[in-house]
C-alpha cells in the first residue's frame, strides 16, 4: 500500500493520474454534449431525456459523486504539478516559450485548467442546482427546457459560456494527445492519428458546447 501511494505521488504517478482522469473527463463531456444537443430536436426530445435520468436518480448520484472525484484528482494533481515545476524551475516560461515542442495550447493548460474549474463551479451552483433542486418554470413550457431557455435569454451568461467553450477547446486540443504521450501510448503510425483525434474532439466539443449559448440567445431575440 505505502508503495503505491509513493507510486501515485511521484511526478509520473500524479501525471498518469491526470491522463487517466482527463480521458475519463472526455468521455462525460462527449456524453454530456450528446445529450444537450438534444436542445436541438425540441423541448420534448430533451425533456423526455430528463425524464429518463430522473427515473434512474439512484445511479446518476452515483456517477456524479464518481465525476467530483475525478475533476477533484484532475485538478488537485494538476495544480500540485504545476507547483512543484515552478519551484524546482522558477525561469520555465522562458524556456518553455522557446521551445519547439512547446505550443499555445500546451502553454496555456494551467490558465485554462483554472478557467474551466471557475466555470464548473458557477456551472453547477446554476444549471445543476436549478434541475435538481430549483424552482422550475410553471408557465407551461417544458420546465428543464425552460430553464436553458431562460438562462440563455441573458447576453452576458450567453457570452460567459460561449467564451468558456472556446477555452474548453483549448484545453482539449492539448489534453487527449498528452494523455496517451503520458501513458507511454505512442507509436509512429498511430500517433498523428491520435493528434488528429484529439483536434477534432476539441473542434466538436468547443463549437457543439458554445452553439447552444448562442442559439438560444440569438432565439430569445425573436420572442421579445
Ligand atoms: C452549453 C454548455 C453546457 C450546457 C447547456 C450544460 C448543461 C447542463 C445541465 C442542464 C446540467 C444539469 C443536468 C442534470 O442535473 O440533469 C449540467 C450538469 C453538469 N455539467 Fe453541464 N452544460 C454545459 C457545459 C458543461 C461543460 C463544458 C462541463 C465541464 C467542463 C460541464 C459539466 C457538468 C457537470 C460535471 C454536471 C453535473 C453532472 C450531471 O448532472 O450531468 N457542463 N450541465
Do not use: C
Amino acid at each position: 500500500m505505502g508503495w503505491l501511494s509513493e507510486r501515485l505521488s511521484s511526478s509520473i504517478g500524479k501525471k498518469i493520474i491526470m491522463a487517466l482522469t482527463g480521458l475519463l473527463l472526455i468521455l462525460f463531456l462527449i456524453i454530456h454534449l450528446l445529450n444537450n444537443l438534444l436542445l436541438y430536436v425540441g423541448p420534448e426530445m430533451f425533456n423526455e431525456n430528463v425524464a429518463r435520468l430522473e427515473a434512474i436518480k439512484p445511479l446518476v448520484r452515483v456517477i456524479e459523486i464518481a465525476l467530483a472525484l475525478l475533476f477533484a484528482l484532475h485538478i488537485f494533481n494538476a495544480l500540485k504539478l504545476w507547483y512543484e515545476n515552478k519551484k524546482a524551475n522558477p525561469n520555465k516560461y522562458a524556456v518553455d516559450a522557446s521551445s519547439e515542442n512547446s505550443t499555445v495550447f500546451s502553454r496555456s493548460m494551467v490558465i485554462t485548467g483554472v478557467t474551466i474549474g471557475i466555470f464548473l463551479v458557477i456551472h453547477l451552483a446554476t444549471f445543476w442546482r436549478t434541475f435538481n433542486f430549483g424552482a422550475h418554470p410553471t408557465d407551461g413550457r417544458h420546465p428543464f427546457y425552460a430553464i436553458i431557455q431562460d438562462a440563455f435569454a441573458n447576453p452576458f451568461i450567453a457570452l460567459f459560456y460561449f467564451i468558456v467553450m472556446i477555452v474548453l477547446g483549448f484545453h482539449l486540443k492539448h489534453a487527449f494527445q498528452s494523455a496517451f504521450q503520458t501513458m507511454g501510448w505512442r507509436h509512429p503510425k498511430y500517433t498523428p492519428i491520435v493528434e488528429k483525434i484529439g483536434t477534432a474532439i476539441a473542434i466538436i466539443m468547443a463549437v457543439g458546447f458554445a452553439s447552444i449559448p448562442i442559439f438560444f440567445y440569438i432565439s430569445s431575440l425573436g420572442g421579445k
